[in-house]
């Protein structure tokens, strides 16, 4: 029913086998092609949310998932944990220790490192471009000299 809806009924699936089996191919084909699209955005994000985590230092406002929120007063990289400081003067200061994971939201920037770019290397002076620069040159001092 399906095939004959794809092929319009000219054919059947008995007497033409390749269209059926070039169908399932392009699906299959279309398939994977989502897969590897979808899996490298997901691989794109991971490595964001990474970065976002790395930047977080002392200082740093974060709200957990938990819905904390504080001022980040310690990092320690040895258990991937993090001392947040809630509270105030007033009603009492709160230390609590997270994993680096329980980050919901912080103010942390990474850092952009972009690729170091070659300074662009002149080229040698030629012979012709010594002339076309002399040319220039003379015909410069003449309109000064004409003004």
Same mark, same amino acid.
Not at 27 to 51: A, C, G, P, T, W
Not at 63 to 81: M, W
Not at 97 to 123: C, G, L, N, S, W
């Given at each position: ?14 007497? =033409?086998?390749?269209?059926?089996? $070039? ?7 279309? +398939? ?19 970065? %976002? ?10 709200? %957990?998932?938990? *819905? $904390?929120? *504080? ?6 990289? =040895?258990?991937?944990? +993090?001392?947040?400081? &809630? ?10 220790? +997270? =994993? ?5 939201? %912080? =103010? ?7 690729? &170091? ?8 002076? %030629? ?11 003379? &015909?410069?001092?003449? &309109?000064?000299?004409?003004?």
């Amino acid at each position: 029913m399906i095939w004959n809806l794809l092929t319009d009924g000219a054919t059947t699936p008995e007497s =033409d086998p390749w269209g059926m089996y $070039i169908t399932i191919g392009v699906i299959i084909i279309l +398939f994977v092609v989502m897969f590897i699209f979808n899996n490298r955005s997901q691989k794109k994000r991971q490595k964001e949310l990474e970065d %976002t985590l790395n930047a977080v230092k002392p200082g740093s406002k974060v709200k %957990t998932i938990g *819905g $904390i929120c *504080g001022i980040v007063v310690e990092v320690c990289p =040895d258990d991937n944990t +993090f001392v947040l400081e &809630t509270g105030n003067e007033a009603n009492g200061k709160c230390f609590i220790r +997270f =994993d680096k994971q329980a980050i919901y939201q %912080t =103010d942390a920037v990474p850092e952009k490192t972009e690729p &170091t770019q070659a300074a662009p290397v002149a080229a040698e002076p %030629t012979s012709e471009n010594a002339v076309a620069v002399e040319e220039t040159t003379e &015909t410069a001092e003449e &309109t000064q000299e004409n003004k």
